[in-house]
């Protein structure tokens, strides 16, 4: 199901570790990685875990790559944080919202605890593209470099802002740019990835769009916006073979990002529009 080459190679999970394994990890040469999404309806038929179970395949897959590229480094996945901002979609069970702040602090706290002990490298891993989720991702991020000597990137929603992945996925005759949640795509990478978990009425699902940055939305859940399935895009036009395209286009850049932390190349940003939005939303 996977990219067949890398399915033997070993992941080194931080809580497998003991302290001293720990301790020798070669400071310089050593990149964590954190999945962190929430748990969030995704429609009658995608699980509510979609973002984080993308989180963690989509760096594990990189960290599999990467042995493979840079065998001299430690690439090291931290166990996956399932928490996230996902504020629209708390009228449905299974969506745990978690306020930008804490997600701030918990940021602050993981990178902190690493840099105290002299690591250099943190790849921040999330799926969940939310703007207060970002917003106390970035947050977080800043807060720990302020004060400590650490590199931390988050490189998927730069990417996934910039409007590349539909200048440059397979040719599909729709326009992708309005799948916005448990949609197309992520029904794609579903499909791809955990087919057993996609409930088979998706084939039968209405398309259904709605333009979520206007002013009239914002603030607002899915109910009370009428959208009473949890979803907004057209899932029923699903395909695993874009789903695999998407998903090795995040494993992509994560490896990439792993690469330019380790040249001290300067991180991709937000594009301004949506850091205007992250900081002018009212969140609470
Ligand atoms: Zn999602």
Redesign the pocket.
Known sequence: MKNKNNTNMKVTKFEELNFKQIEKLDRDKTILFQPISPT?E?GPHLPVG??LLTAVDTATEAIKTLNEKKPGYNHVLLPAIPVGYCKSTIDFPGSVHIGWKAIRDIVYGLGSSLARHGFKYLIICT??MAYGHLRGIYAGMKKTTNRYNIKIVEPWSPVFYSGEIEKNEPKLGFDTSKEL??DFK?TSLMKYQYPYLVDESYKKLQNIYRDMNSPRVIGKTFKQLGLKEGYIGSPSKADADYGRWFFNQTVNVYVQAAHDLIAGKKPRELPNNVKLIMRSLHLL
């Open positions: 969030e995704h979609t973002d799926y969940h949640h448990a992520e």
